[in-house]
């Protein structure tokens, strides 16, 4: 369950690079992660869709299985609008979950033995969000 301390939210908005950068923030569980899928199903539509979906993971409390699943079904709708994603910032608990369920290298595209963002230092992908912290 959700404690009051670990709310979810979920923010997301195009850039004009034509990326949609997407925050996550407090615990992704079953609770929440319909709000992640919605958030971000209706800007991936064909036709419409962004050049890429950044998934900043660094304010995550949680992950539980319906939150790793959530990020499985949002790997799909990505795939199927033919927009990369990357999930960046992941907490050591998000790549410890990744690793022992055998999601790692297919939600992250790397291979279980360059570890968790091996080749970018502090742990962000392809740098910061442009115009962000």
């Known amino acids: 369950m959700t404690t009051p301390d670990h709310l979810f939210g979920v923010e997301a908005d195009a850039a004009p690079d034509g990326i949609l950068y997407v925050t996550l923030a407090g615990d992704l569980a079953w609770e929440s992660a319909d709000e992640l899928l919605d958030a971000v199903r ?19 409390t ?25 999930l960046d910032r992941r907490p050591s608990f998000l790549d410890r979950l990744l690793l022992l369920t055998g999601t790692y290298e297919h939600l992250t595209g790397r291979s279980e033995t360059a570890g968790p963002d091996a080749d970018t230092p502090s742990g962000t992908v392809e740098g910061p969000r442009p115009g962000g912290p």
């Open 42 to 60: 209706a800007r991936l539509s064909p036709g419409n869709a962004p050049a890429g979906l950044r998934v900043d993971c660094a304010g995550l």
């Open 62 to 86: 949680l992950c539980d299985s319906t939150g790793l699943s959530a990020l499985l079904a949002l790997h799909r709708l990505a795939e199927a609008a033919g927009v990369p994603l990357h």
